[in-house]
């Protein structure tokens, strides 16, 4: 019994590792003074966030799909604790995931918005370490 909670604990260690490299990286190309890459920004921005969510599912043994999509994985979530509203900023970074990557799905990204998606991942990641720690994790 000891071992798997040591294994689900090693799992949720790997997501938060990997989602604050995701902040790491929006965090860095918004501080650029010149050709800032907005869309990289928003994309790890999303990346963060889902990574933070995954992380808090993967600790409650919750199986997810594979989505890039907030506002399920906020939803899974829901049998543990609701973060609908405290989280609705956060859903609308789910149209990060594949439009800011990809030519075809372009859209035109403002600083501002950038900068508010960096906000958005700092929100799911605070909210989830703080409910994590609660529960026992060493974050």
Not at 36 to 42: K, N
Not at 76 to 105: F, G, H, Q, T, W
Request: aromatic share 8%; glycine share 0%; hydrophobic share 40%.
């Amino acid at each position: 019994m000891q071992s798997d909670k040591k294994n689900v604990e090693k799992k949720v260690l790997r997501w938060v590792e990997y989602a604050e490299e995701d902040l790491r990286m929006a965090e860095v190309a918004s501080s650029l003074t010149s050709n800032i890459p907005y869309r990289i920004i928003t994309f790890h921005s999303q990346q963060c966030a889902e990574k933070y969510l995954k992380a808090f599912l993967v600790f409650h043994s919750i199986d997810f799909p594979h989505t890039h999509n907030i506002s399920t994985l906020i939803e899974l979530c829901s049998p543990i604790i609701d973060l609908n509203n405290e989280l609705k900023m956060a859903k609308e970074l789910s149209k990060y995931a594949v439009a800011a990557r990809y030519p075809y799905a372009y859209i035109k990204i403002s600083k501002s918005e950038a900068l508010r998606t960096i906000r958005a991942a700092i929100k799911v990641k605070i909210i989830i370490t703080d409910l994590l720690r609660k529960e026992g994790m060493n974050l």
